[in-house]
């Protein structure tokens, strides 16, 4: 595959390469299924659980020098509870966030499809997964799909100083696969981290993979190639100027 110059090629991984959003709300639904099995919530109050752990998770602080991610969510899920109704839920907790955990990384994988073409592009760049979140958190998703064999490199911002959209971050995958910002692209679903980050790293190109395209017709910052499938990528790369 001609790919015009370029030498890299960094992937997102979360919603991009993987399903991530889908996997976790498949994983919620068998929390409700579990709370309604063991627990005295009624139906409406075990939504309104699973919807504070949710927002727990989307505004998670986390520091290791006090605990695991695995005890920190454990506590998301006892907090949400607490909050429904003040109670010993410690054994529930867990084995909520136990069935959560395992259900999501059971849903995160790599299609056929998306592997064949990792496979194909690597045959001309060099391939980099560039990811943004927590160490462990991020490197079990990482070992459950599989993604491993097919980069060149692996980055974890939970690892660095700086995460995505700093440019720090991406000159150090530059760096790790000797190549220069003006030879790679990003490829990404995250306008703010992926598409920001790879036009404050004065990369090749960035290019959005766009899900919601009647919501986002316009987004801001710009990338400069839009893509509504990941499997349209390879068209996009041998036509880029």
Not at 11 to 28: C, H, R, Y
Not at 49 to 75: G, W, Y
Request: net charge negative.
């Amino acid at each position: 595959m001609v790919l015009n110059g370029i030498k890299a090629i960094f992937f997102d991984l979360d919603n991009t390469l993987i399903d991530t959003s889908g996997a976790s709300k498949k994983a919620i639904e068998e929390v409700i299924i579990l709370l309604k099995d063991k627990s005295q919530f009624k139906e409406d109050e075990i939504q309104i659980i699973c919807n504070k752990f949710q927002a727990k998770l989307l505004h998670e602080t986390f520091d290791p020098s006090e605990m695991t991610i695995d005890d920190l969510r454990v506590l998301h899920w006892e907090k949400s509870m607490q909050e429904i109704k003040p109670g010993d839920y410690k054994d529930l907790a867990k084995e909520s966030y136990a069935l959560w955990k395992s259900k999501r990384l059971q849903l995160m994988t790599l299609s056929e499809s998306t592997k064949n073409m990792l496979c194909e592009l690597r045959k001309s760049a060099r391939l980099v997964l560039l990811t943004n979140g927590e160490r462990q958190v991020q490197r079990e998703k990482i070992e459950a799909c599989g993604a491993s064999s097919l980069f060149d490199a692996i980055v974890v911002g939970g690892e660095h100083s700086e995460e995505k959209p700093a440019s720090s971050i991406f000159l150090h995958c530059c760096d790790l696969v000797s190549v220069k910002p003006e030879d790679c692209v990003m490829v990404g679903d995250n306008l703010d981290t992926d598409i920001q980050g790879g036009l404050n790293a004065g990369l090749k190109a960035t290019i959005w993979l766009n899900k919601n395209p009647r919501v986002n017709s316009n987004p801001s910052p710009t990338p400069h190639y839009i893509i509504y499938s990941v499997n349209n990528l390879s068209e996009v790369l041998q036509n880029l100027q």
